[in-house]
């Protein structure tokens, strides 16, 4: 069965952007974006919210035909644009790209999508990651802790209503100073919820 993973950006502090959805601070260089390529090329789906979609298609259908774009930044151009994607959206009326657009995020959809054969589903997008969250439908967490402290913006996570136990799979320390840690949501016990 396909995995939901939450793949997150995010400073020290606690944000996914600065004001204004500034994300200038991000270190991606070329060895943390030979790694996203790894890893996004095998997902079977992105599930992005609204704004993230926006952001994305805003520069990555095309990024393969700047010539200022590195290889990397090529490569990922052909991925982001020939993965399937899903939108969740009640205002955007249409996308491209491969692209669904879904007014809202249905548990049994997801049960489906996850029954489906093929890579995992990557989320990404504070508001939708909550959803998500609130739903249970999470199984894995891939944190990008970039070295930086923003100060204000959006936070990565939203408040919620109870505990979420996660277990560490993984971390990794890139070159830039970018720390990936890679967690997975632990099954809560009715034990566990009593208290």
Do not use: C
Not at 59 to 87: G, L
Request: no cysteine; hydrophobic share 45%; aromatic share 10%.
């Amino acid at each position: 069965m396909r995995k939901v993973i939450v793949m997150m950006q995010v400073s020290l502090d606690g944000f996914i952007e600065g004001p204004g959805h500034d994300l200038s601070w991000h270190r991606v260089d070329g060895e943390l974006h030979s790694h996203f390529n790894e890893e996004l090329r095998q997902m079977g789906m992105f599930l992005d919210g609204r704004v993230t979609y926006e952001l994305m298609a805003d520069y990555w259908p095309t990024a393969d035909q700047d010539p200022s774009s590195t290889p990397t930044e090529a490569e990922f151009a052909a991925i982001w644009r020939d993965m399937p994607k899903i939108v969740y959206s009640s205002t955007l009326p249409a996308a491209g790209w491969n692209t669904e657009v879904v007014r809202d995020v249905v548990a049994e959809d997801i049960a489906l999508l996850k029954a489906q054969p093929g890579g995992d589903l990557a989320v990404s997008g504070a508001n939708l990651a909550a959803s998500f969250r609130r739903l249970d439908l999470i199984d894995e967490y891939w944190i990008y802790v970039h070295p930086v402290l923003v100060g204000r913006g959006t936070p990565m996570f939203a408040e919620a209503d109870a505990a979420t136990p996660l277990r560490l799979l993984e971390t990794r320390a890139f070159g830039n100073g970018v720390a990936m840690l890679r967690y997975a949501v632990e099954p809560v016990t009715e034990h566990a919820k009593d208290r």
